[in-house]
């Protein structure tokens, strides 16, 4: 039986994690024996310090994670040098005991450096990246040492090979989305209230707020808002809904593992321009509006939505209420409910395991 090591993250966001369960899941058990490994772990104490770092700089001081960014964007490879000094010794364990056939990540911050244990320490095990950004990955994905570099558009490899990567290493496989979002085959129909989902709109918390206040406003609506692990955001929508701010009609959940039923009833939703999010919901039929991004990281995510006519991106939530009356009485609505079925970037977790199936074996 052949061992496959994934490298993901557990709390640097969902992407990546629901990235590494879709591959596993389509991957044969029979055939293959799989461990996944939150990448941070192998980095010690600075790399779960790193870790827990994520979701409080992103909504609470955004402006340092964009400037980490751009570090990272300016001086790539300093960074993966810098990672790889912290998990050489613990990869290097980990390799020694899994004895894997294969390594796959799918996390930006381990590409290089892991490339780089396997080629000091003469380890011949087979490379794979799997690119999960949507539009212009940023720089620290690029890694010339890998085997293979899975991405999730025809457009991302065109930017690799221009970067100067062999075309013969690169694959377009769409992305790793979860198997329990059905992809739909009709277009979803409108028969009585139009139901609109908020998945955490913004990373900012009084934008958040106001997001849902403005969409509360919409008549012949059902409105959810889901506010994940985001603890401040729910607890002051339960307080503003007492008060009387936010419609008692509004539905407000905490984290929720039953996304999918969501997804499904939802014709609209509005969410961060996270490329799981998006693609999760182009996969269960619903029209995308993108409202806000983690600076740096997902600028040019909203490009996706906009040029397959998914959706539209408004930031502002001072204009969302405007936005969406026009989107549902121009009938954009259905129109793009009928071209978000189209999407073809949902199901890079059969790709990249049918791949594995024919190389690895």
């Not at 020694?96 to 799918?106: A, G």
């Not at 997001?211 to 985001?230: L, M, P, Q, R």
């Not at 307080?239 to 593992?257: M, R, T």
Request: with cysteine; aromatic share 10%.
């Amino acid at each position: 039986m052949k061992r496959i090591l994934i490298l993901t993250a557990e709390r640097s966001g969902t992407g990546h994690k629901s990235a590494a369960n879709a591959i596993e899941r389509k991957l044969d058990k029979s055939k293959y024996e799989i461990k996944q490994v939150d990448s941070f772990t192998l980095m010690g104490k600075i790399g779960t310090m790193l870790e827990n770092s994520y979701i409080p700089i992103t909504t609470k001081l955004p402006i340092l994670f964009y400037i980490s960014y751009l570090w990272s964007q300016t001086f790539p490879n300093t960074m993966h040098f810098l990672i790889y000094t912290q998990l050489k010794r613990r990869l290097k364990k980990e390799i020694q005991e899994f004895q894997p056939d294969l390594i796959i990540t799918v996390h930006s911050m381990f590409t290089k450096a892991i490339s780089r244990v396997l080629k000091k320490e003469n380890i011949n095990i087979p490379f794979y990246i799997d690119v999960i950004d949507l539009v212009r990955p940023p720089k620290v994905w690029y890694d010339e040492n890998a085997d293979i570099m899975f991405v999730p558009t025809e457009d991302v490899k065109n930017d690799y090979i221009e970067k100067g990567f062999s075309k013969d290493k690169i694959f377009v496989s769409g992305f790793p989305i979860r198997e329990d979002i059905i992809r739909r085959d009709r277009a979803k129909e409108i028969t009585d209230k139009i139901n609109i989902l908020l998945v955490n709109p913004s990373v900012n918390l009084k934008r958040n707020i106001k997001f849902v206040k403005e969409v509360s406003k919409i008549e012949n609506a059902n409105v959810t808002i889901i506010c994940g692990k985001d603890k401040r955001l729910y607890e002051r929508l339960i307080i503003e809904q007492k008060k009387g701010n936010v419609s008692k009609a509004v539905h407000i959940y905490e984290f929720v593992n039953n996304m999918n039923e969501f997804l499904d009833k939802a014709h609209i939703i509005l969410a961060k321009a996270g490329p799981n999010m998006i693609l999760e919901a182009a996969r269960s039929g619903t029209a995308i509006i993108v409202t806000d991004y983690i600076k740096g990281q997902e600028n040019y995510n909203y490009e996706y939505v906009v040029k397959n006519h998914f959706g539209f991106k408004c930031t502002n939530p001072d204009e969302i209420y405007k936005k969406i009356i026009e989107f549902i009485n121009s009938n954009e609505l259905e129109k793009c409910l009928n071209n978000v079925i189209n999407s073809d970037c949902n199901n890079g977790a059969s790709f990249i395991a049918e791949f594995i199936d024919t190389n690895i074996n």
